[in-house]
């Protein structure tokens, strides 16, 4: 009898290793489009419309090797909409001798998954996922018994361990991080390169149709719809970022601009999730461009630290962590999320840019996750559980294991300091310097109180003032708590009435 093998919707891969030592002649492939999975975050359109089509394109490319898919569609009117229910239904039609899967992305599906022998009484294997660089006990050893889990220390192990851009046992150019060069604001008349289009084929355009049918009322917009959907869009993608754009990423990695969304970021985020791309390929394609002369050290070096470092790193913490880690609140954090976050139309252009961008992209880059949109929650104190449903929903590329520690730990430094050694907390000054959004805003990013002060500057003091203790004792806080001392009382004073008010009037708008 068969084996049942599941794929599910980010396991888009050829070597997925639920798929290895898969018998054309025996086993069958269950692939399942279910509407639990769409909706318990109203994902933005474009997410779904993505991972269903290449959820389609992938099941088409695997018969076309031969191999039987059994695949679900979410309109089949047999669907009970949910995993659980979907894999005992093909139980029943198939009789396999076992199912054998890859261990899902999110704690949520790993403990669905874990219930499945006992209820459907045959043998499931859940085999590790492969795809990443590091396997979760290389992060355990690493992470185990130590204070402190910081990026740069585990990303240094997996240079070492990988040997991406070392040269025997020392980092090339003799750094291991060259982030010093990686701050500059986008000169005036720079304009980054346009990415790729990917024309949306007949399977994409049932699909997004099917999506603007089934999900009308979720955040954002199908229309700009432009991810690839299949490895070889996605190689092209990563092909014409390495070419065009990974040259300049390390320079302008943290500037923020008007009217630019994507600048020279990659955009391979939602490849490499759902496994259109794998991390190794990626790393080896800007370290090949590197040795060939093509681009600078701090660029590649800066991408393959977001890719081997940081990537590798957040999925390491979030299975160290879970379950619970997304419940802590050590801040105290309990507004609100302020409904300008579903409109965009908070007056604050720096925040409007980004959330606008996001309704018609399902893209920001991580400069505006993290420094405009990121920072005005951690401000203004929202509730974490609500600002991490807001990014998981909205973003493309979000799936738990990368959101929620870069929501929870780094933005919002809800974890208590487990991610970041320090919250990520800037005013307008910050905002400012790395891009040029303050010129046309209606707020003042040179004022902190009255007519026309920009929030950031405000909400940034309130939150120092209101967390110095909290900090007291962190030494890369006292240069923030030293202006704090010597600020007069009567300014900070006059900033926190106006915090007050700028988030009682933020709070009771609907
Ligand atoms: P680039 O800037 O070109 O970076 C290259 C690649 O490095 C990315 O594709 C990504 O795979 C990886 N990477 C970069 N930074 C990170 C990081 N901090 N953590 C993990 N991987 C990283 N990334 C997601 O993939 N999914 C999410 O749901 C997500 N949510 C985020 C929420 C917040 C609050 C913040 C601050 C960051 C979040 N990130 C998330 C990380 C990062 O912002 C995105 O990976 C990045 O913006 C994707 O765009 P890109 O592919 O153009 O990235
Ligand atoms: C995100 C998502 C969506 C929107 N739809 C599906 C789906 O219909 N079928 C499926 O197999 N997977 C989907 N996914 C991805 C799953 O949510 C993802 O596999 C889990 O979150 C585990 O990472
Ligand atoms: Fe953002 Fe303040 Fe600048 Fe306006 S002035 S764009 S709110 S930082």
Redesign the pocket.
């Known amino acids: 009898s068969p084996c049942l093998r599941l794929v599910l919707g980010d396991q888009c891969s050829a070597s997925l290793s639920a798929l290895e030592d898969l018998d054309p002649a025996r086993d069958v492939v269950l692939m399942m489009e279910v509407r639990g999975e769409c909706t318990y975050v109203p994902h933005h359109p474009q997410k779904i419309a993505l991972i269903l089509s290449a959820m389609r394109h992938f099941a088409r490319a695997l018969e076309s090797r031969g191999v039987r898919v059994d695949y679900i569609r979410l309109d089949d009117p047999a669907n009970t909409q949910g995993f659980s229910g979907e894999v005992a239904r093909a139980v029943a039609r198939h009789k396999p001798a076992r199912l054998i899967a890859t261990e899902p992305g999110e704690w949520r599906v790993r403990q669905e998954m874990e219930g499945w022998e006992a209820a459907l009484g045959l043998p499931v294997e859940i085999r590790d996922d492969t795809r990443f660089l590091a396997d979760l006990g290389f992060f355990r050893r690493w992470a185990q018994g130590k204070k402190q889990l910081r990026m740069e220390f585990f990303y240094r192990e997996m240079r070492r361990a990988t040997g991406f851009l070392m040269q025997g046992s020392e980092p090339e150019g003799g750094a291991w991080n060259y982030d010093a060069e990686n701050r500059k604001p986008l000169p005036k008349g720079l304009v980054p390169p346009a990415p790729p289009r990917f024309a949306p084929d007949g399977i994409t355009q049932e699909v997004t149709a099917l999506v603007a049918r089934e999900f009308p009322a979720h955040f954002g917009s199908l229309s700009g719809f432009n991810w690839p959907v299949t490895a070889a869009e996605a190689r092209r993608a990563l092909d014409s970022?390495i070419t065009e754009r990974l040259p300049r990423?390390g320079d302008y990695?943290d500037a923020l601009a008007e009217g630019e969304a994507?600048l020279f970021?990659?955009?391979?985020?939602?490849s490499?999730?759902i496994g259109l791309l794998l991390p190794r390929e990626?790393c080896a394609a800007a370290e090949a461009a590197y040795r060939a002369g093509r681009v600078p050290l701090n660029a590649a070096e800066g991408?393959i630290r977001?890719?081997l470092g940081?990537?590798e790193?957040?999925r390491g913490l979030y299975w160290f962590k879970m379950p619970g880690y997304g419940a802590t609140n050590s801040l105290g954090a309990h507004r609100p999320l302020p409904g300008f976050y579903w409109r965009g139309d908070s007056g604050m252009r720096c925040m409007d840019a980004a959330i606008g961008q996001t309704r018609d992209l399902a893209?920001?880059?991580?400069i505006q996750?993290?420094m405009v949109?990121?920072n005005f929650a951690l401000l203004a104190g929202i509730d974490p559980l609500q600002v991490q449903e807001w990014?998981?929903a909205v973003?493309a590329?979000?799936?738990e294991w990368?959101?929620l520690?870069?929501?929870h730990g780094?933005?919002l430094h809800a974890d208590g300091g487990v991610m970041a050694s320090k919250p990520y907390a800037a005013s307008g000054a910050y905002i400012n310097r790395m891009g040029n959004h303050c010129a046309r805003c209606r707020y003042d990013v040179k004022r902190a109180t009255g007519e026309g002060a920009c929030p950031f500057n405000f909400l940034y003091w309130d939150f120092i003032a209101r967390h110095a203790e909290d900090f007291a004792t962190n030494p890369r806080m006292a240069m923030p708590l030293n202006g704090l001392r010597k600020m007069a009382p009567e300014k900070l004073a006059a900033m926190r009435v106006e915090a007050g008010k700028f988030l009682e009037r933020t709070s009771s708008l609907p």
């Open positions: 970022f990423f990695q994507t970021h990659s955009l391979v985020s939602t490499l999730n990626v991408f977001q890719v940081w990537r790193y957040v893209y920001a880059h991580h996750r993290l949109t990121g990014y998981l973003y590329d979000a799936f990368v959101e520690p870069n929501t780094m933005a």
